[in-house]
């Protein structure tokens, strides 16, 4: 069974923001307007944090683009009351928009604050919209998927062929636009992999790995002079 | 004889037997508040959690705060008056029913805070539906359910014969305390089964007390978030909420000493008893912060020193230092000393412990949601009018809800204080004298 991961090399990433744009698009994610915004309401699956460098600060800014890190160990599934949010056979955390209570305990526990919330009804129905993505109503918690539905897609695309699911079937979005090539997206499982060569990497580490969730998105640090 | 019993019997039935223009004064008022209370739900419910303060990270605000100060408020009754019972303290008379009432009372307003908190309260039949019990959520709905069946059950037992009284001597709701009374008539048969059942639920009601406010505190305890993830929270949370419990208690038995003229039953001594109940509380819960935050400064781990600092010294110092001085400086100037002013001192003690124990869950909730490990953007969390209503509309439910419980039971226990009157006198002279050495006979 796959493993789904993503390796984002953080000396590409020149901090463009198409990932977030593009996954905004992708996952109908709502624009959550001027006033939401100014309050801290925005929802941002993929998110692209910015840390000044510690020795050279006010110079150097590093990019951290997070989408939801995925964890093999995952704090936010443990504490949800409902099943509301549980990690699925090949890793993938899931968040079933209908089941939520919206208790904001998975918010909560994520030491990575992958997980964002309707505060308000968002968004209606309308045209431009993906429609292998449903909408999320007031009140419940939402966060990135690894964009899953394009998963579903290749998997049923596959097996109408009767074959398994090719490398480079299923992407997701922000990998796919990412202009530097910065996120690799794959199948863990598979030694031969991108993404797994990747994620073998002297410069590849995890965020706050110490907290042992295992997370499925690894990161590349700069290399020498890079930055 | 009789007569002599009733004239002890018309203090304590005068708040059911008349209602003055007071009362309704005071339920007016506190109406005010709940309908803030309830427009601000409405609106709430109507737009989405939205109408809150609250935001991306700080998820949890006002309404958790709430939860985890309420319930332990609850802790007041039946806990105290479990512990007072077993240990045969013959000054707890006339004060187990007030605390009790609270535990009951306080209980519906605690969990109704999570009730409110809910961006989906439509969907909360999924906690029974879909329930998870490894979600910390579930031990909470649990302990807390069970508390309150225990708490109602442990407030009902000794009310039976004052009920009976009630149904023999007052002239109105014949019907309703017909049936309340369960056909008590005070046979001994009765007494004795009465007496043992009110033995095992004090012993049942202490364990899930405490089980209460270990959960509450388990919800932040066992995420991975700096200064949640420790494992004093929750004997931590339990002492706390006992300290804050007894401050509730003093305050509503001084309220009601005053109002119905019950102070031929609440003397100095019972204050001075719970103040120094309360002071020795104080130093626990002083202990107990000393020691988390002692701990988390001395590893310095960076993200726990962060949430630290903020408290300390950042943005939440008027919080920290405004809690310190509630729970600690202040109980101390009042209570070490009791000896003249008693009621008023302990009046002042346990005032300044309730904003103390609100502000340290406060200080515990807020601070930690609003430095994530990542470096996000800096937020502030201020709460609006919505969850500013939702609280006072809480606060003046809980008064309401006590204050017609006294317009239909006595609050403090008839038959207890007459049974004090009758046997314990005697009872307590015979325990005494069973701890002396026997008397030796013969000897000159």
Known sequence: ?227 | MVDHKDAHEDILLAPIAHTGPGFYWTVAGLSVFILWGAIAYLVQFYYGLGVTGLMQPVSWGFYVTNFVFFIGISHAGTLISAILRLSRAEWRRPITRMAEVITAMVLFIGAGQILVDLGRPDRILNVILHGRYQSPLLWDATSISAYLTASLTYLYLPMIPDIAILRDRLGKWKLFYSVLALGWTGTEAQQRVLNRAIAIMCVIVIPVAISVHSVVSFVFSMTLQPMWHSTIFGPYFVVGAIFSGIAALIVAMIIFRKTYGLEPYLKPVHFRYLGQLLLVMSLLWFYFTFAEYLTGYYGAEPEEMKVFWAKFSGPFWPYFWAMVLCNLFIPLACLVRLGRHTVGKVLAASLAIIVGMWLERFIIVIPTLSFPRLPFPHTVYTPTWVEMGEFAGSLALFALFYLLFTKVFPIISIWEIREGREEGVKEVEERIKSYLPDEIKGTA
């Open chain 1, 1 to 227: 069974m796959a493993l789904w991961g993503m390796v984002i090399d953080l000396d590409r990433c020149t901090g463009c923001q198409a990932c977030v744009m593009a996954c905004k698009a992708e996952n109908n994610v709502p624009a959550v307007g001027e006033k939401e915004a100014k309050k801290g309401r925005t929802i941002s699956w993929m998110q692209v944090l910015t840390e000044t460098d510690e020795e050279h600060h006010e110079e150097k800014m590093r990019f951290i683009p997070r989408p939801c890190l995925q964890c093999d160990d995952p704090p936010c599934t443990k504490v949800c009351p409902v099943y509301a949010t549980y990690r699925d056979p090949e890793g993938i955390v899931a968040q079933i928009y209908g089941r939520c209570i919206g208790c904001r305990f998975c918010m909560a526990a994520c030491p990575y604050n992958a997980k964002y919330f309707n505060w308000y009804t968002y968004q209606k129905e309308q045209p431009g919209q993906n429609p292998d993505v449903s909408l999320r109503p007031n009140g419940v918690v939402e966060k990135c998927t690894f964009c899953h539905h394009r998963l579903q897609k290749a998997r049923e695309q596959a097996h109408a062929e009767h074959r398994e699911i090719q490398p480079g079937e299923y992407n997701t979005a922000c990998a796919d636009a990412c202009p530097a090539q910065a996120i690799v997206f794959g199948d863990l499982s598979d030694p031969g992999s991108e993404v797994s060569k990747l994620a073998r990497s002297p410069r590849a580490f995890k965020l706050q790995e110490e907290l042992g969730t295992k997370p499925k998105v690894i990161y590349l640090t700069e290399g020498e002079g890079g930055g």
